[in-house]
């Protein structure tokens, strides 16, 4: 046995005269979206942990990252129901990674699109300015036009893609938010 000075002495440790029972605790440190941040709380609570501290992201050289958000969570071990509790738990965290991507595609999409297309119009500009080189003023001017309607068609794409992208994704995203009510809720009956 290891008394409170760290070393062994054979007795145990009495914890009650420290004011209460001994509390084996499991942790558990989630990084999310600042804008998912209160769905990760209250689910996370619904499982019985508890919120210990919340500090702004890092990225990966170490700067802070203002987009996410780190929780540092803390549960009883022993909680009753523990292996359901946990199964619940995982599923609630698939659906809320599944959102995460669905929240994702909407702009990553649009946005790969966008980009293709202003390359394209890049292209004709870069062709217009060859051809101011070598002389040609006449096929310049269309080409510099067509880079041009480019850029701009490559920025109302986004836009129009995006819009129907979160249109296809809305009822998808409602779908897995079900999931973890659904899955919340067992949780918090199983914790009762």
Known sequence: MIDESGFGSGTPIDYTRYGG????YEYLTVQADRDLEPLYKDTYRSFGWIIE???TGVLAGGAPNPTTVTLKLKRDRRIRNRPLVNELQRKAESAMEAIHDLENSRTSTALAVALAIGIVGSAFLAGSVFAIEAG???LSIPLGAVGLLGWL???LAHGRIKARK???TAPLIDE???IIYDASEQAARLLA
């Not at 029972?21 to 084996?24: C, I, K, M, Q, T």
């Open 53 to 55: 501290n919340t500090t």
């Open 136 to 138: 040609l003023w006449v």
């Open 153 to 155: 068609a490559g920025y």
């Open 21 to 24: 029972d001994y509390v084996a």
């Open 176 to 178: 897995q938010y079900e």
């Open 166 to 168: 979160t249109t296809q």
